[in-house]
């Protein structure tokens, strides 16, 4: 209660001060109103960059964990990872926050797999089980916030029956149709995407993924075969601490630079427009000091 009413009287004392300094109180509550505008424009922002860093480390997390159930299989290659003793049962196996399965000691994805059994949106657990934040049907992974998750093999989706609900859309609520709707539905939700996945895989390795061939992908947990099509007139490749993107043919990128003037990208010049993780920017052709764009400025446009 009193740090309550000291922040009124905080508040109370630095409106009498602009009234005091000479300005009327229609130019005060003027003031206050564009101060509530930009806090609500500011806010939605925030939360949406970390909701959306949150989603990507969640999907690593997703990947890595079925790379560590392929590396159990392969080396037990004579048997099933789900058992009839396995939590919660139906064909399913919770993992705990140390990648064992409850209700089964003989099954435990720690050995190939450090990091990632802990999802960032809610790391307490689920029910009686436990910390639980993922589940597997012995093909695919699914996070416990998940209402859906990507696919199995046989291309059908693998659903949890009661995710744990949460106050934001963890999983897009569909199975991707396609590479691009793997990260998102936008080029920028692609890109952020990628541009999450390098930061935590950076976090995690103290360097950068491969920056040539499959496994630019792959350290990402991205399939490399996913990205060889344009989504939404656009290619997107990871390398390194850098992401490239260009048009597809019939296509051309216009932006502008940090000058406000417009370039054009054509496809047939063979060059991309290039995030650098280093300074956290978009350039144009090369990385250089003169090359920055304002992505945000972006039109894909037929050529």
Not at 26 to 34: G, K, R, Y
Not at 102 to 131: V, W
């Amino acid at each position: 209660m009193k740090k309550t009413t000291a922040t009124r009287e905080r508040i109370a004392g630095f409106l009498r001060g602009m009234v005091s300094a000479g300005f009327s109180l229609v130019e005060v509550t003027t003031v206050i109103i564009l101060l509530a505008i930009l806090v609500t424009l500011a806010v939605p922002v925030f939360l949406d960059s970390t909701e959306a860093a949150r989603r990507n480390s969640c999907r690593y997390n997703q990947r890595a964990i079925e790379s560590a159930l392929n590396m159990w299989k392969s080396e037990h290659a004579d048997e099933q990872f789900i058992t009839g003793n396995c939590l919660p049962g139906d064909g399913e196996a919770f993992l705990d926050l140390e990648g064992d399965v409850p209700g089964e000691p003989d099954r435990s994805l720690g050995p190939y797999q450090k990091q990632g059994f802990d999802c960032p949106s809610n790391g307490t657990g689920t029910g009686a089980i436990g910390s639980c934040d993922y589940i597997t049907d012995g093909t695919a992974v699914a996070c416990l916030t998940d209402s859906q998750v990507g696919l199995k093999a046989d291309g059908t989706p693998f659903r949890h029956d009661e995710p744990r609900a949460v106050a934001w859309d963890h999983s897009r609520g569909a199975a991707p149709a396609s590479a691009g709707q793997e990260l998102g539905d936008t080029f920028q939700e692609i890109t952020d995407g990628m541009i999450g996945l390098i930061s935590v895989y950076y976090a995690e390795n103290g360097s950068y993924p491969s920056s040539s061939g499959d496994a630019a992908f792959t350290d990402l947990g991205l399939n490399p075969n996913d990205w060889k099509l344009p989504y939404d007139h656009t290619y997107y490749t990871p390398a390194g601490n850098r992401v490239y993107v260009k048009p597809e043919s019939g296509y051309v990128f216009k932006v502008k630079n940090t000058k406000g003037k417009e370039l054009t990208l054509d496809p047939a010049s063979g060059s991309s427009l290039i995030y650098d993780m280093k300074t956290k920017s978009w350039y144009y052709k090369n990385v250089a000091s003169g090359q920055k764009i304002q992505i945000a400025t972006l039109k894909i446009v037929p050529q």
